[in-house]
Nanobody, 116 residues
Framework: QVQLVESGGGLVQPGGSLRLSCVASRRLFGINVMGWYRQAPGKERELVAIITSEFTTNYADSVKDRFTISRDKAKSTVYLQMSSLKPDDTAVYYC??????????WGQGTLVTVSS
């Protein structure tokens, strides 16, 4: 089964930027969706952004115009560029992958803390 490994989390001040990366353990073929979810303490996991194998994107309203999702198919990698970060963006960010006909796959999560 494919595995996902995230990187790029950390501590950043409000208004700052971070870029998260997630690489899949093998080349991806067929129709698939990669993306990011997050879970803040005491809250449910929520969608942040997704991108399909055809490069169609979708964002949560709370991150539109601040976050940008992209992917490099050749590297089986998805990125999340986060700008104008707010304390409310503090959460564990999870990478997500679903390939048509296969179960969902989740990464182990990377912590993003926005604090002064």
């Amino acid at each position: 089964q494919v595995q996902l490994v995230e990187s790029g989390g950390g501590l950043v001040q409000p208004g700052g930027s971070l870029r998260l990366s997630c690489v899949a353990s093998r080349r991806l073929f067929g129709i698939n969706v990669m993306g990011w979810y997050r879970q803040a303490p005491g809250k449910e996991r929520e969608l942040v952004a997704i991108i399909t194998s055809e490069f169609t994107t979708n964002y949560a309203d709370s991150v539109k115009d601040r976050f940008t999702i992209s992917r490099d198919k050749a590297k089986s990698t998805v990125y999340l560029q986060m700008s104008s970060l707010k304390p409310d963006d503090t959460a564990v960010y999870y990478c997500y992958l679903v390939v048509m006909g296969s179960p969902e796959v989740w990464g182990q999560g990377t912590l993003v803390t926005v604090s002064s």
